[in-house]
């Protein structure tokens, strides 16, 4: 089967669809990844083929993560950030999917969505945070965590009336040259496709956010969407030997964020790692600033997998992406979460909430004072550590990529055997051949297991 994955973001949200191609690859089917041309490397190396995205990721990430982002400002921004590439974005999406007979995409409104329904293939639809309306939290990017159940399900229909809109304003003309009608404005999210429900997956564990009640069968839970495989990785001798030494470091990184001055960020780090008295691996990531070395800290530039640098560190301090704070509490690390937007906060608050470290520090809130306050903290409040090694030990027996290519799996034979009167135009069905051999799979592989614990 062909499957063609498209992936708008930074690595934090390329990584996992890396994982999860891999193993549908595991599995004997081919699989190509659409993202950003700095992830080609990263595809192409674990045996996928690559379709680039027209822009590129760090401007992108920039533009849409500056600190304090949320609601309407987040989505100005992310209009901001299309407004000059959607011709080539959708004539790249287009290509990327033009023999695809599975497609697979991170969230980005309805326009990949628009293409599987161009071309009437199954579609899955994939989060790393809470899209669907619920009564546990707002929609990612919202203001008020803690505001309540009606706040809660406010959020999202007020939400997705704003991405309709944008969606009207960069839809309409493409679907027209489509051959097909303009969207309508919608204030729920839109998970049917010419007559079929579409599936969603959330590559989130239910330990840090039960799976809401009120969710459709069509929405699942998998658990993160983690490498088990051996790493093999060599570091640079001083690493390793800044890592043996005592006492155990911590970690602090920002990942992909490059928005505001992150030449101050660092800046207060360092001196809030002098001020606690810690030792410290900075990994300077997308932000480009770079702190001096010292006898206490240590200054990674280049790349430094997360599964095995954080299985030799204490705790760890990042800005709260999803894949980030999955590794950390999956390395039993207590964990500081300094959000900068988007869903970050999000994760911040159910650290928190789990007990897992301290009180989060917002980016914009961020001074010296309360870092080494916080640091302090984190390695010394032996509850935090015990916390983190109970969650880890069961974050450790989810296998959220293989639950995931399971619905997979299923729900696309699910798609196929229950698809309506075949239509017209190329490519409208699947041929009865490929048809019969996902019903043989569907036969062999039970409901149960590919639904896993947290359907």
Not at 152 to 172: M, V
Not at 243 to 262: C, N, R, V
Not at 310 to 332: I, K, N, Q, W, Y
Request: glycine share 8%; net charge positive; with cysteine.
């Amino acid at each position: 089967m062909r499957f063609t994955m498209v992936c708008v973001g930074s690595t934090g949200d390329v990584k996992p669809y890396v994982l999860l191609g891999r193993e549908l690859l595991r599995r004997g089917h081919d699989v190509s990844i659409c993202a950003f041309c700095d992830f080609e490397e990263l595809v192409r190396s674990n045996g996928m083929h690559f379709f680039p995205l027209s822009g590129n990721a760090k401007e992108f990430m920039a533009s849409i993560m500056k600190p304090g982002t949320k609601g309407v400002t987040y989505l100005k921004q992310v209009r901001d950030s299309l407004k000059d590439i959607i011709g080539p974005f959708l004539d790249d999406l287009q290509v990327a999917c033009a023999d695809a007979e599975v497609i697979v995409a991170t969230f980005f409104g309805n326009i990949i969505q628009s293409i599987a329904e161009k071309q009437n293939v199954p579609f899955i639809k994939t989060h790393y945070y809470p899209m669907d309306p619920n009564d546990n939290t707002p929609i990612s990017s919202a203001p008020g965590l803690r505001a309540g159940k009606v706040w809660y399900r406010a959020s999202y229909n007020l939400a997705y009336l704003l991405i309709s809109t944008l969606e009207l304003y960069y839809l309409t003309d493409w679907r027209k040259a489509q051959g097909m009608p303009p969207r309508k404005l919608e204030s729920t999210p839109c998970n049917v496709i010419n007559g079929h429900r579409v599936p969603v997956l959330y590559a989130m564990s239910p330990l840090l956010m039960p799976r809401p009640l009120e969710w459709d069968e069509h929405i699942h839970m998998t658990g993160f969407w983690l490498d088990e495989l051996q790493i093999d990785y060599q570091p640079a001798p001083e690493l390793e030997a800044f890592l043996a030494a005592e006492p155990k470091p911590i970690y602090i990184g920002f990942g992909s964020m490059t928005s505001g001055d992150m030449g101050e960020t660092l800046a207060i780090v360092q001196e809030a790692v002098r001020r606690s008295g810690v030792r410290a691996v900075i990994a300077t990531g997308w932000g480009g600033a770079k702190p001096a070395p010292s006898e206490h800290l240590y200054v990674v530039e280049g790349y430094v997998p997360h599964d095995w640098l954080f299985e030799r560190v204490s705790a760890v301090v990042h800005h709260g992406g999803a894949g980030t704070t999955a590794a950390g509490l999956c390395a039993d690390c207590p964990t500081l979460v300094i959000p900068f937007g988007g869903d970050q906060p999000f994760w911040a608050l159910r650290v928190r909430m789990l007990g897992l470290g301290p009180t989060p520090i917002s980016r914009e809130k961020l001074t010296v004072s309360k870092l080494t306050r916080a640091l302090r903290n984190l390695t010394t409040i032996q509850s935090y550590r015990t916390a983190a090694a109970e969650l880890g030990a069961r974050l450790r027996l989810e296998h959220g990529v293989q639950t995931a290519a399971n619905l997979i799996e299923a729900e696309v034979s699910r798609w196929l055997t229950e698809d309506p009167a075949p239509q017209k135009g190329r490519r409208r069905h699947m041929h009865a051949k490929t048809a019969a051999s996902w019903r043989r799979l569907a036969s062999t592989r039970s409901v149960r297991g590919a639904r896993g614990k947290y359907h």
